[in-house]
């Protein structure tokens, strides 16, 4: 049947409604028309020129069938047709009005919180000044931080506990959509103390993977880095979940440990750890920004993301 459709017994007219109803400027130019009496004020109040108007006014009449004002000298004077149009529109018009509050409610909601989640060197050596630097963009925004390793991360931006996370291993956990926002180098460091300190030649990377060091928890992304570096690591001297509590331990001469360069840049200057070349063992990494797959940031999510790249 021509331009109807039987569904569920009820008559549609075929077709979306986009392609039958005129669009909401079309609508508030016809009540500005109706209210001010004339096409050449209606459209200097919204901003557009008397030709574009004309033509947005003729376009919603041929779509809509019927003459919806008379244009003269004196000004333009709605038809009767036009009238009961635009009682339609004003109803169409005061609930997009009604829906456009509704959304900035919404936006308003989203943007009062930033939930953060970051495995340990990002969260103690990069967080702290972008967040600064968001905090001078969105002074109302409530921010949280959470810090784990990069396992932990995954499950709380999957579990919707977090609105953006900040990892460090090699591959991105399932589930997650990830960009590289930084890169870092992995070293190895020991006191000042410690035999390796004082060798003359690098370690070799058979030797670093067959001593006992002082590490991070499995499931961090340190971890995660040497391990496949190394191919296989001897068991921990020490294991500790936190970058601070391993650069402590390395620094009161507890043991060798390997650390992102971020993380000991200060020990190295004053002497308190002592970096230790490695040959044949790449230790370098990417940092990433991630967040549910399809799930791309909005609001403060988007604008700490942009900092992390600027």
Same mark, same amino acid.
């Given at each position: 049947?021509?331009g109807?459709?039987?569904?569920?017994?009820q008559? +549609?007219?075929a077709?979306?409604l986009a392609h039958?109803?005129p669009?909401?400027?079309?609508l508030?130019?016809?009540l500005? !028309?109706?209210?001010l009496g004339s096409?050449?004020?209606?459209?200097?109040e919204?901003?557009v020129?008397?030709?574009a108007?004309?033509s947005?006014l003729?376009?919603?009449?041929?779509?809509?069938?019927v003459?919806?004002?008379?244009r003269?000298?004196?000004?333009s004077r709605?038809?009767?047709?036009?009238?009961?149009?635009?009682d339609?529109?004003?109803?169409?018009?005061e609930?997009?009005?009604?829906? %456009?509050?509704g959304?900035?409610?919404l936006? @308003?909601r989203?943007d009062?919180?930033?939930r953060?989640?970051?495995?340990m060197?990002?969260?103690?050596?990069l967080?702290?000044?972008w967040?600064?630097?968001l905090?001078?963009?969105r002074?109302?925004t409530? !921010?949280?931080l959470q810090?784990g390793?990069?396992?932990a991360?995954?499950?709380l931006?999957l579990? @919707?506990?977090?609105?953006?996370g900040f990892?460090e291993g090699?591959?991105?956990p399932?589930g997650?959509?990830?960009?590289?926002?930084a890169h @870092?180098r992995?070293?190895? !460091?020991t006191?000042p103390? +410690?035999?390796?300190a004082r060798?003359?030649?690098?370690?070799?990377?058979?030797?670093?993977?067959?001593t006992?060091?002082i590490?991070r928890?499995r499931g961090s992304?340190?971890?995660?880095?040497?391990?496949?570096?190394?191919?296989?690591l001897?068991?921990?001297?020490i294991e500790l979940s936190s970058t601070?509590?391993?650069?402590?331990a390395?620094?009161g001469?507890a043991?060798p440990?390997?650390?992102?360069?971020?993380a000991?840049r200060?020990e190295?200057a004053?002497?308190?750890?002592?970096s230790v070349?490695?040959?044949?063992?790449a230790l370098a990494?990417?940092?990433?920004?991630?967040?549910p797959?399809? +799930?791309r940031p !909005?609001?403060?999510?988007? %604008?700490l993301?942009a900092l992390t790249?600027g």
């Amino acid at each position: 049947m021509s331009g109807v459709e039987e569904r569920s017994g009820q008559t +549609h007219r075929a077709g979306g409604l986009a392609h039958r109803v005129p669009d909401l400027g079309a609508l508030e130019l016809l009540l500005a !028309v109706a209210r001010l009496g004339s096409l050449g004020a209606a459209a200097r109040e919204l901003g557009v020129s008397q030709p574009a108007a004309s033509s947005r006014l003729r376009s919603m009449e041929r779509q809509l069938g019927v003459a919806l004002v008379d244009r003269s000298p004196r000004g333009s004077r709605l038809t009767d047709a036009g009238a009961l149009v635009t009682d339609w529109a004003r109803r169409v018009v005061e609930a997009a009005e009604a829906f %456009d509050v509704g959304a900035q409610a919404l936006r @308003d909601r989203r943007d009062s919180r930033l939930r953060v989640a970051a495995s340990m060197t990002i969260a103690e050596y990069l967080l702290p000044g972008w967040l600064l630097a968001l905090r001078s963009q969105r002074p109302d925004t409530a !921010v949280s931080l959470q810090a784990g390793n990069s396992a932990a991360v995954a499950a709380l931006l999957l579990a @919707d506990e977090a609105d953006l996370g900040f990892v460090e291993g090699l591959t991105v956990p399932a589930g997650l959509d990830s960009v590289v926002i930084a890169h @870092d180098r992995l070293i190895v !460091v020991t006191a000042p103390g +410690h035999p390796w300190a004082r060798r003359g030649r690098p370690l070799e990377a058979a030797e670093l993977a067959a001593t006992p060091l002082i590490l991070r928890e499995r499931g961090s992304g340190t971890r995660q880095v040497l391990d496949s570096a190394l191919g296989g690591l001897a068991r921990p001297l020490i294991e500790l979940s936190s970058t601070t509590a391993v650069k402590a331990a390395a620094v009161g001469g507890a043991g060798p440990s390997v650390l992102s360069e971020l993380a000991v840049r200060d020990e190295l200057a004053l002497r308190r750890l002592v970096s230790v070349p490695v040959e044949g063992a790449a230790l370098a990494r990417d940092l990433r920004a991630v967040w549910p797959t399809g +799930h791309r940031p !909005v609001g403060p999510a988007r %604008d700490l993301l942009a900092l992390t790249r600027g």
